[in-house]
């Protein structure tokens, strides 16, 4: 009556102890100097994951924002001969949107670095 139930048990209980036993002979001891973050040697005086102030994620934006600008420039520097005027003006257009983003940016703070 129970047999599948059983059976069933001996199979997970066989799967998860093949896993730790592979686990343990596959595992790697560690190393106090191999598991440590590099850093010439030194100790971490902080935890890795340890949080950034807020400014500086204002920061990251502005770069990505110019980031993703030259991403946008590339291509249009190769086709803005064949297309002319319109290519011009739809890049002023958001060069133009990049600077109300410096701006607003400006007003922020995030240009601080203090």
Do not use: C, N
């Amino acid at each position: 009556m129970y047999a599948g139930v059983v059976v069933m048990a001996s199979a997970v209980g066989v799967l998860v102890l093949g896993l730790y036993a592979l686990h343990r002979l596959t595992a790697v001891a560690p190393d106090s100097l191999i598991v440590l973050p590099f850093e010439s040697g030194w100790a971490p005086e902080q935890h890795a994951l340890s949080r950034y102030h807020v400014r500086w994620y204002l920061a990251t934006l502005l770069f990505l924002a110019f980031d993703v600008e030259m991403l946008f420039m590339y291509p249009w520097a190769v086709v803005v001969a064949q297309v002319g005027a319109t290519a011009v003006v739809e890049m002023f257009l958001f060069l133009a949107a990049l600077f109300v983003a410096v701006l607003w940016a400006w007003r922020e703070g995030a240009l601080r670095w203090v």
